[in-house]
């Protein structure tokens, strides 16, 4: 159950390498050189390789105008790096992210960020495929973490929240309602060994009216409080 992030994006920082807005104005001039109906123009576009003196990145790629714009591929002084597409000196569309750490996300970029459908794959193992909004998982996704549990369901702003389904790798399993990374509200979990209960949560414990059964088949019908029975119950 943990949150991923994709990329550091700097606005106007010097203390994070990635997206620097120090490198987005260094080519920027009063005339960059260049019209509106140039944007679609391949012949209009041109290929250079730029080293930003401030931050230490390098970029390889095509240009519009004082714009990185179309293909291109950036170096960070830490050594992660993106290649993919450009949109007017941002990273927008289709690029690869990959960190120093060996993780590596794929996907789709709007103004530097990983947003729309992407996959992240951790060096350890592990994988999330999904939504994403502003460098977090958000929207539906699936995620396979490195011992074999997964949850697929709904994130929002880089945890889950809403509908999901988590199975662990012992083959445990809830299916319900999730806030703030945790099991809250209704929902069904399963063990392995037979036991089931179906009701409420707050908090990943037994919180509410619910139905509990044992491996033996005894029914328990009535109220929990932080995953102990409490109140109404037969």
């Known amino acids: 159950m943990q949150e991923v992030r994709v990329s550091m994006t700097s606005q106007g920082s010097t203390n994070k390498p990635h997206f620097s807005d120090l490198d987005y104005y260094a080519t920027l001039t009063d005339n960059n050189d260049f019209d509106v109906a140039d944007l679609n123009d391949p012949n209009k576009m041109y290929y250079k390789e730029h080293y930003y003196e401030k931050t230490g990145s390098k970029y390889e790629g095509q ?8 293909q291109g591929s950036i170096l960070f002084s830490d050594g992660a790096s993106y290649e ?3 949109y007017l000196g941002r990273a927008e569309g ?5 960190h120093t750490n060996g993780d ?11 947003q729309g459908h992407g996959t992240h794959t951790n060096y350890g193992g592990g994988k999330y495929e999904g939504g994403w909004f ?3 998982q958000d929207g ?3 995620e396979e973490l490195p011992d074999g549990s997964s949850f697929e369901g709904n994130f929002s ?15 445990t399993s809830y299916e319900g309602e999730w806030m ?5 509200g209704f929902g069904t979990y399963a063990w392995i060994e037979g036991r089931k209960y179906v009701g409420f949560w707050q908090d990943s414990m037994m919180h509410g009216f619910g139905f509990y059964t044992s491996p033996d088949g005894r029914t328990y019908e009535g109220f929990f409080v932080d995953d102990k029975k409490q109140g109404y119950g037969i």
């Not at 289709?94 to 990959?98: I, L, N, P």
């Open 63 to 70: 240009w519009l105008g004082n714009f990185r714009h179309g």
């Open 84 to 86: 993919g597409t450009w």
């Open 94 to 98: 289709q690029g690869t992210f990959k």
């Open 104 to 114: 590596v996300y794929e996907g789709t970029w709007v103004q530097d960020r990983a």
């Open 134 to 136: 502003r460098d977090r």
């Open 140 to 142: 539906v996704g699936r």
């Open 157 to 171: 702003q880089g945890k889950k929240e809403g509908y999901g389904i988590y199975r662990w790798s012992d083959g």
């Open 180 to 184: 703030n990374n945790q099991i809250n």
